[in-house]
């Protein structure tokens, strides 16, 4: 009997030109082979008579091929149609035409006579139901058909150089050669249903569907369980490296609080509370702190560097941007200053302290202008008390990485993420010994099976709250045919004395044609809202010139600002209640989220308006979700369902090995009880020392192969 860590060379009914085109699909081994899992099943025990209308669900049919054609149309191009009559056929069967448009090669596999499967969504072209490039398989009748018919089929990924038939006979031929007894089953009793072996062969070739669906759970639960063993040893690990307690008595976070223009909301103390645990903590903190937008991460961050700072430490902030960079140090500025805590920034564009800032050259004059000396004195009063010298915060990009020197006594990393950086970069700021703590901040919420999953390897914070001075949000979709009444109602709100945004999707900051096309717009915008003052703001314009825009727009002296996306982030106007987005199909929900986050901030009703010029049903379901809800977590979780977690794992990014068989979206709560169970295994045995949890071990350090096959 065949071992599963074989390679598929050994077997020596597997022709080479097979091993090759296995290898595209990176298959070398028989287990690989093994849990190259179907993409679907196809129930070919009976098939329904042929449709006479057309149906949005795929159908599976089986006929015979009665006749094939080609059509030429516009010079080269062809269609070829093959044309189905199904068994039994009576007066009122109609035919079944498939086409293919330009797909030289099916023709060649198709002819008269031979008995097919089809796979795609009827449609009724003119009198005849048509499936337009169905998938197909031409059945031969011979002593293999019974792998292949009347049966519940498996249907695999596929690649070039190998036919579904051809991977379909080699699985079944493989799994008679294996002994699937001798498959170690890989979970822990609470979550055992069966034997993986017999999960192996039904997944495969079921019996019926409920045998498939159990041994899809089974491999569901083995796939999450070794991921979550993998993430919690991570965790184990990293709360074993020697830290340091980072946390001052708390009488410059008292002072901050005291100087904050609001009370911090229930949610906010409760998660400075969590981070303050942590930082007195000898173990390192590694926390991700999650919130709507406007919901006061930045207050929250503040509050971990003052206490970091106040027992004498560095910190380091990390943005993923140059812009938000410095838009991080503007704020800090503001609040710091006058605390007479050092701060600094380090970008690639400045690297010294003496060079001027690139982007908002402005913002140091204008917050040193606000600080008044009376704050000054208070500030020096506590300042005595700890070691000036240590009190040093650092903002910048990734150029940070790069600056050893400073960073001798580094207590607190704060990163601002943003879904842009991945484990494996975040690692490279924090791996020093001993090691900082670490607080991960997300300008997005993050839908619950990425937390448990992506961020699985910390803990999380969130804050579930708005601060109470929220104005409404009414989110509506209209069509770009229906500008005139979206006009109609601007005006009105702007001659209530409101200030509008209008936003356009242009993603690439830096290309000129962009920024020119924003140009051409806002000429445009100018004379549509006569007589109100307009400005145009986008990433290519000088940081100064930005800087005075923005101003103007602030105090109320321009009534509307045409922009790209960079007012995503940190603009903050409360007069500013409506906002109308353009091509709103082009953003992502969760980037439309955050720029929606930009009104609502005082006590007028605000309004978002997503002007669409495309109403597909895609784009409509998305933007649907926005007019419904106003709730980030409820956004995320949504952006997940439409557009896949796809991206998310098996990617370096992610330091988490990829996902044969389960999915994010239907599988959320398999992934609760898989974690649950390896977080108890790890709770009892963090080393995974006992002779039981032999086995648990070899799968970490498996996974933790798989991982690095995936970042190189
Ligand atoms: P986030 O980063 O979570 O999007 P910010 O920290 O930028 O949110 O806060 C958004 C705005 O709300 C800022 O102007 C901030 O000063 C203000 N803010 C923060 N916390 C509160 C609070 N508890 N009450 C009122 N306003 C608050
Ligand atoms: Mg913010």
């Known amino acids: 009997m065949l071992d599963t860590s074989e390679p598929l060379e050994t077997l020596n009914w597997v022709p080479r030109p097979r091993l090759l085109a296995l290898r595209r699909l990176g298959i070398e081994t028989v287990e690989d082979l093994l849990t190259h899992y179907p993409r679907r099943h196809e129930d070919r025990h009976q098939f329904p008579r042929f449709p006479r209308e057309e149906s949005d669900v795929p159908m599976c049919l089986c006929g015979e091929v009665t006749k094939t054609s080609i059509r030429r149309f516009g010079g080269w191009k062809k269609i070829f149609e093959a044309t189905l009559q199904e068994p039994n056929a ?38 005849r139901i048509c499936m337009d490039h169905p998938e197909f398989e031409v059945i031969e009748n011979d002593e293999e058909i019974s792998i292949h018919l009347r049966r519940i089929t498996p ?30 089953t890989l979970l822990p009793g609470e979550l055992r249903t069966g034997e993986r072996g017999e999960a192996i062969r039904a997944i495969h070739f079921p019996d019926d569907w409920d045998a498939l669906n159990a041994a899809r759970q089974h491999l569901v639960l083995t796939e999450f369980f070794a991921m979550q063993m993998l993430i919690g040893s991570r965790r184990v690990q990293s709360h074993a490296r020697a830290g340091g307690a980072h946390c001052g008595r708390g009488d410059l976070l008292n002072e901050f609080v005291r100087r904050l223009p609001f009370e911090l909301t229930a949610a906010q103390k409760k998660v400075i509370e969590e981070i303050r645990r942590d930082l007195a903590a000898p173990h390192p903190m590694n926390r991700l ?49 006058p605390l007479g805590v050092r701060l600094s920034i380090r970008t690639a564009a400045r690297r010294d302290e003496s060079a001027p800032l690139p982007l908002f050259a402005e913002t140091e004059c204008l917050d040193r202008a606000r600080v008044s000396r009376a704050s000054r004195r208070d500030a020096c009063a ?72 992506v961020y699985g390897d910390l803990d999380v914070s969130t804050i579930d709250e708005m601060p109470r001075n929220r104005g409404k949000i009414i989110t509506a979709l209209r069509e770009a045919s229906k500008l005139a009444e979206v006009l109609t109602f601007l005006r009105t709100q702007l001659e209530a004395g409101r200030q509008l945004y209008v936003v356009y999707p242009l993603i690439e900051e830096s290309d000129k044609l962009t920024a020119k096309a924003a140009a051409v717009e806002y000429e445009r915008w100018r ?25 103007r727009f602030r105090c109320g002296q321009t009534q509307a600002l045409i922009s790209t996306t960079v007012i995503e982030v940190g603009v903050d106007v409360p007069n500013a209640t409506v906002m109308l987005i353009e091509n709103a199909e082009r953003f992502g929900l969760a980037q439309l989220h955050q720029l929606r986050g930009r009104i609502g901030r005082g006590r007028h009703k605000s309004y978002c308006i997503l002007l669409s010029s495309e109403p597909s049903a895609d784009a409509g379901a998305k933007l649907d979700v926005l007019e419904k809800t106003s709730n980030g977590f409820a956004v995320a979780e949504a952006d997940l369902q439409l557009r896949g977690s796809g991206d998310l794992l098996g990617t370096a990014q992610s330091g988490l090995p990829g996902l044969k068989i389960g999915d994010l979206r239907r599988d959320a709560d398999l992934m609760r009880r898989a974690r649950a169970a390896a977080m108890s295994i790890l709770g009892d045995d963090p080393r995974l020392e006992s002779a039981a949890n032999q086995r648990f071990r070899r799968l970490i350090v498996e996974q933790e192969n798989r991982t690095f096959a995936n970042v190189s």
């Open 90 to 127: 009576d007066a009122l069967s109609q035919p079944l035409v498939c086409r293919w448009f330009n797909l030289h090669y099916v023709q060649k596999m198709i002819a008269t006579g031979q008995q097919m499967v089809v796979f795609g969504k009827p449609r009724l072209r003119g009198k």
């Open 155 to 184: 249907i695999y990924p596929a690649t070039e150089g190998l036919s579904q038939r051809a991977l379909r006979s080699m699985i079944y031929r493989l799994l008679q050669s294996v002994d699937c007894e001798s498959v170690e």
């Open 289 to 337: 702190l999650q919130g709507d937008v406007g919901s006061g991460k930045t207050v929250v961050a503040i509050a971990a560097i003052l206490l970091a700072v106040e027992a004498g430490y560095v910190v380091a902030f990390r943005a993923p941007t140059q812009i938000l960079a410095e838009q991080h140090y503007g704020v800090l500025r503001r609040w710091l200053d």
């Open 382 to 453: 506590i300042q005595s008390e700890v070691d000036a010298a240590a009190r040093h915060v650092f903002v910048g990009t990734h150029a940070l990485l790069h600056e050893e020197v400073s960073f001798s006594n580094l207590g607190l990393v704060v990163i601002d993420e943003q879904h842009k950086f991945g484990v494996a970069q975040r690692a490279r700021l924090t791996s020093r010994e001993p090691a900082p703590d670490v607080l991960v901040m997300t300008a997005t919420p993050i839908p619950r099976t990425l937390t448990m999953t």
């Open 527 to 551: 004379e549509r809202l006569q007589p109100f003052s307009c400005e145009l703001l986008h990433g290519q314009l000088p940081g100064l010139e930005k800087q005075e825009i923005m101003e």
